[in-house]
């Protein structure tokens, strides 16, 4: 199996802008099949939200571009759930095979605050 490793974030600003540090102890090693599903995924979402810009600037109906909001929010979700997946079934089982259980739950934890409202 091919791997893909994903570059640590340095940092990441909050909702009210604060700047909070993430690094893993261990790098993040995933498939490259799954990174792809992943960027495939995300790059139709890119592809429908640039159709919704067209269609404000078409000057469309306010409740279709409701609805195109709504479908964008459910794949991104949906993207949302398979990283989480990825994540409990790779990151955090490695974490457990190598004795850093602990800190990966943390950090997962710190992330799910900030992702969930």
């Keep these: 199996m091919t791997t893909h490793q994903i570059p640590p974030i340095d940092s990441r600003h909050d909702r009210d802008g604060e700047e909070h540090h993430h690094s893993h ?17 995300l790059s139709r979402i890119e592809g429908h939200i640039r159709g919704i810009k067209t269609m ?7 409740p279709e571009v409701l609805i195109q909001i709504a479908a964008v929010r459910g794949a991104i979700d949906r993207v ?17 095979r190598e004795g850093n259980i602990a800190t990966e739950i943390e950090e997962l934890k710190a992330a799910l605050d ?3 409202p």
């Design 80 to 96: 949302a759930r398979l990283i989480l997946e990825e994540h409990l079934s790779e990151c955090v089982a490695r974490a457990a």
């Design 114 to 116: 900030r992702f969930l």
């Design 56 to 62: 404000v600037g078409e000057n469309r109906p306010c």
């Design 25 to 41: 102890g261990a790098p993040h090693v995933h498939s490259e099949a799954s990174l792809r599903q992943i960027v495939n995924r």
